[in-house]
Every structure is written in C-alpha cells, then in structure tokens.
C-alpha cells in the first residue's frame, strides 16, 4: 500500500472530474521538513512555532528564529510556508510567562491574546519570520483570532516589524501573506468582515470543534461528543468559505479533520482549495481526491449536510 501511495508522488491531486485541491502538511519542528518533502506536499499549511519556545536547547532569540525559519523556507525551495504565531496556552513549563491557575485554558491566555500583549516578544518573532522572508515563500498566521480589533493590532505590530527592519536596512520580501486561524466561533461570525482584512484564512478544526460544540478536545470522556462531522461544525465551516469566496481570499483546513475521508466532499462542495495534514497523511488524501467526483453532487451534498 505504501508502495503505491509512493507512486503518487509527483502526481496532481484532482478530482476525477478536475477540480484541483492543493495539499500541504502541518509541522511543528523544522526536523519535520523532510518528511514534507519525502511525501510530496504542495507546501507547509501550518508551521507550529511552539518547538522555539517549549522545546529542550531551542533558541526563542530573534536570531535563532530567524535561522529555524530560513532552514524550513530553504528547503522548501519556494513552496508557501505558513508560520503560525506563537500559541502556548499558560504551560507550567514556561513558569515566567504563566498567567495563573485557570479551569479553562484552551479559552484563556493564550495565542494572539498573548502576543498583543507581550508585543516584545511577538516582535521578535515577527522581525525573524520577516528576515527569513527573502529565503522563499512566507506567509505568517495568527491564532485564536476573536475580534476585528485583534487583527487591526496583530498587521500594525507585523508593520512596525517591517519598518524596523528596512531602517535598519535588512532585506525583507516586498509581500507576505497574512493570514487568521478561523478556530472560534466568534471569527466565523465575524468571517464576513475579517475576510477583508487578510489574505487568507486557515480554518483550525481542533479547536473549532472543541469550541462550537463546548467539547474540550482534551478530555477522554466526552471524546464521542467531540464530533467535527456535526452538522453544526460543517455549517460554519461553509459560512466562513463562502465569505472568504466573496471577498476573493483562499481558504485552507489545517485541523485534524482534514485528512478524513469521509469529510473530502464536504470541504470539496463547499470550495475549499487546500488542505493541510499530517506529512503522513499527504500521499493518503491525494489518493482519494483522485478517486473523488465532485460534479452535480455539489448542490446536493451541501443541503445533506445543513438538513442533518
Ligand atoms: C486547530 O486548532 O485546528 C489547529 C490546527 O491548531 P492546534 O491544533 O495547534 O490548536
Ligand atoms: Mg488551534
């Protein structure tokens, strides 16, 4: 099975009936590249920066980002990478930065709230994800997103990153994608107006689902609950792509779900262009993108699921 799945390297991932979808794979250690490149993604959909943070001997200095990025873009050769901002929650392990014992920590201190208010530190990222720039294709992604506000804050932050950088005469690309996670409800609500501040948008199922159903995605005994094939979950899903469609904007799936099968036609009918899975999963899903028609089911598979 392995075998064959290697022989759709270099391969197209269409669908029987040619609609394209791009597939890229979620890392979270530049280690990781290798198997992105052994397994053919179209590029990185979500660079986890967590590693730079948590990980044993990671450097979190601007310089050491800075080179972490530039190996992972190198390598790439010009494939998009999308970095994601830091998301650490309120680890015990970075006892300087811990907010408190909270019940709730997926809803608490954490992702872009963090950042907007340690703009020392997502400065630094920014300024390294900048640098690394010129080294191939980058595009930066904030988490957690909840607020036009928070959005507004992050780009002049990622601005101020940028003039720094030019004053102080550093190459930078000329033009970086930014993209929001849509992973709470409040930014699928809200996708209308956010799609008009940004280039893109990744929707982050993992959380979505935990969010939306009030579902931690952490806990085994309710882990029949935590269901990202809920009707509820799909219909915002195809909220946010059809509001990410009007105002011209691609949209990528980077949680989980979107190496299940079972779930392909249902982001297929409802436009989405790019997925982003584990590198493992890469070969998998194009296999049956390949096997899948889309065609005059379209209309029909989207009223399947907001009927049921
Ligand atoms: C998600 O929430 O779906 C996601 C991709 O981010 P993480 O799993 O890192 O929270
Ligand atoms: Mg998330």
Known sequence: HLHALHELRGCPSVTRDGYRIDIHANIGHVEDVQQVLDNDADGIGLLRTEFLYLGNNMDCSEEG??????????????????IRTLDVSEEPEISQWRYGDRVNPAMGFRAIRFS????????????AILRASVYGKA???????????????AKALLQQARASLEAEGVPVADKIEIGIMIETPAAV?????????????????NDLTQYILATDRMNDS??????PRHPAVLRMIDMTVANAKKHG??????GESAADAEL??????????ELSVAPSSVLELRRIVR?????????RIIQKYCNG
């Open 249 to 254: 904007i691609w949209t990528s799936i980077c």
């Open 189 to 205: 609500i809200l996708s209308d107006r956010l799609a008009s501040m940004v280039d893109f948008f990744s929707i982050g199922t």
């Open 116 to 127: 907007l208010r340690r703009p020392d530190l997502f400065l630094t990222q920014l300024r």
């Open 264 to 273: 392909l036609r249902f982001y297929l009918a409802m436009g989405v262009e």
């Open 139 to 153: 595009a930066v992604l904030f988490p957690v997103v909840t607020s036009e506000e928070e959005v507004i804050k």
């Open 291 to 299: 096997q899948t028609t889309l065609g005059k089911y379209k209309d």
């Open 222 to 227: 309710i882990a029949s609950l935590y269901n």
């Open 65 to 82: 980002q800075f080179q972490a990025y530039k190996k992972v873009l190198e390598k790439m050769q010009g494939k998009r990478v999308v």
